[in-house]
């Protein structure tokens, strides 16, 4: 069974201490918030910050040039490089895109091209087709058996064609 927190259990040497530490700790809490919550606290923080910031510059650089110094000696490349090179792929994969629309519409119009010359080509032989007479039906002709024949196996296999004739 559990004790409600208000009432402290006489049986618990550490409650009157619990007790004042909650208390204490509530009280800060309120004053600190107020504190912080102030103009006059913001513009402190604010002047202790740049100061900060203006003493750490010299040793900033200081351990940017360490760090590129043991970066060289270890062939890797500095922070700088590999921006520079994430800068130049960007730039080479934007012109390889530019370059790629630029094929795609060149493909484009050459198959319009294409398209519009067949058009062309093909008019005037319809045209003319359409304007002679029909020419008139030969008979069949006998097939010349003097010809030598080439089998498509024969043809294949790279024999001569005297070794392939048939006699019709």
Do not use: C, H
Not at 129 to 151: E, F, I, Q, V, Y
């Amino acid at each position: 069974m559990s004790q409600p927190n208000d009432i402290p259990n006489p049986f618990d040497p550490f409650s009157f201490w619990r007790t004042t530490q909650n208390a204490s700790l509530e009280t800060w809490s309120k004053a600190m918030i107020e504190l912080v919550n102030t103009e006059a606290y913001a513009e402190a923080t604010g002047r202790i910050l740049d100061s900060y910031l203006t003493a750490s510059v010299p040793m900033r650089k200081v351990v940017e040039q360490a760090m590129a110094q043991v970066l060289g000696q270890v062939n890797m490349p500095t922070r700088a490089e590999v921006l520079s090179l994430a800068e130049r792929m960007t730039n080479i994969e934007m012109r390889l895109d530019d370059l790629d629309a630029r094929f795609d519409e060149m493909q484009r119009m050459l198959a319009q091209i294409v398209s519009n010359t067949a058009k062309i080509q093909a008019a005037p032989v319809a045209a003319a087709a359409k304007s002679l007479p029909k020419p008139a039906t030969a008979p069949a002709t006998a097939t010349n058996s003097s010809r030598p024949r080439r089998t498509r196996a024969a043809s294949a296999s790279g024999r001569s064609a005297a070794s392939t004739r048939t006699k019709e």
